[in-house]
């Protein structure tokens, strides 16, 4: 199961770089690779029995699902709606706390929320690296390897995307 873990993780890991590297004008496809990188990593915690992660990557598909509807209607997402995500979240998080690294995985989903509501890549950048960091954090004292394959990529990828896209030209 091991491998199996870490190949979804690859894939993931693929995804999740395409949504870091994109320039953010245009939300959805940000969204599109979003998802599917919750879907793969999400699987990936299935196999390693990482019950916060399997079941946040589970939210954080619905959320990018929904998120993606608003942007092709091109609607702001309503403030309320943010607030149940957040509270979903941390509702999801607190029924499938297990140790000291359920926290980190709480963490990472509120910075996954901020990420996915921004308007432009930029700030979808930054929550995205926020987030890698704190899920860095769950996977090694969850123990949980796959995923660390993509956490660290994510992380690399998205000051990637900062220094190319969002520096300052001079």
Request: proline share 1%; net charge positive.
């Amino acid at each position: 199961m091991d491998t199996a873990a870490v190949i979804l993780s690859v894939i993931g890991t693929i995804c999740i770089c395409a949504s870091s590297l994109m320039k953010g004008k245009d939300m959805r496809i940000i969204l599109v690779f979003v998802f599917l990188a919750n879907v793969f990593v999400g699987s990936s915690y299935v196999l390693t029995g990482a019950t916060n992660g399997m079941v946040s990557c589970g939210l954080g598909a619905v959320t990018s699902i929904i998120n993606y509807c608003f942007e092709r209607k091109n609607k702001a997402l309503p403030m309320w709606l943010v607030i149940v995500y957040a509270v979903a979240f941390v509702t999801v998080n607190l029924f499938t706390f297990t140790s000291i690294a359920s926290i980190f995985a709480l963490l990472a989903c509120l910075a996954f929320v901020m990420g996915v509501v921004q308007k432009s890549g930029k700030q979808y950048r930054i929550w995205t690296l926020t987030n890698a960091i704190f899920w860095l954090i769950y996977d090694i004292t969850s123990l949980s390897y796959g995923p660390i394959i993509t956490h660290v990529f994510q992380s690399s990828v998205a000051i990637f995307g900062m220094v190319v896209h969002d520096r300052k030209k001079k």
